[in-house]
């Protein structure tokens, strides 16, 4: 059984609560869902979805839901980081952010700042640098906002 991990950040605050609720009804019946604000939160033995909820340092995207573990038996495979940004704004109106994926096309790998972004119900290659989200990872967090640079094709989920 193999699983993937990835995170997802948001542009308004989910409780871990409001995140495990969507999940389940995104996942087929009998998937376990642990969601908690800290690992500590979580059982110690990962079920089909393990995540944590927690704050990031950009006041524009509050939120960040970092899936540690989530098993193909969820069936949100190909992509299911946009999988389950596509259903949290559906549910709560929130636009996100995820990782790339090798349908963007070539980037440069020396920048680790892309993302894909849904904002509005529509897929884009977006830039988070210069932005709070990068963190620590820089000369001290950006004052930028995240660039929209172009649309984004995604490929059919099913």
């Known amino acids: 059984m193999t ?3 990835f995170d997802i950040v948001l542009s308004k605050s989910l409780s871990p609560r409001d995140v495990a609720a969507a999940l389940k009804d995104l ?3 009998g998937c376990s869902v642990q969601i908690g604000h800290d690992v500590s939160d979580l059982p110690t033995e990962p079920g089909a979805i393990w995540a944590i909820v ?5 006041a524009a995207w509050p939120c960040v839901v970092n899936v540690l573990v989530c098993r193909d038996e969820c069936r949100l495979t190909p992509f299911p980081d946009l999988r389950i940004a596509v259903h949290l704004r ?4 929130t636009d996100a952010l995820c990782e790339t994926h090798p349908f963007v096309g070539e980037l440069d790998p020396l920048d680790p700042y892309w993302s894909l972004a849904y904002i ?4 884009h290659l977006a830039s988070t ?3 709070p989200l990068m963190g620590p990872y820089s000369d001290g967090p950006g004052q930028a906002s995240v ?9 059919t989920f099913a």
């Open 54 to 58: 927690g704050a990031s340092d950009d």
């Open 27 to 29: 996942v087929p019946n």
């Open 129 to 131: 640098a210069g932005t």
């Open 120 to 123: 509005g119900g529509s897929w």
């Open 90 to 93: 559906e549910l709560f109106g």
């Open 3 to 5: 699983s993937t991990s």
């Open 147 to 155: 660039r929209l640079l172009r649309p984004i094709e995604v490929p």
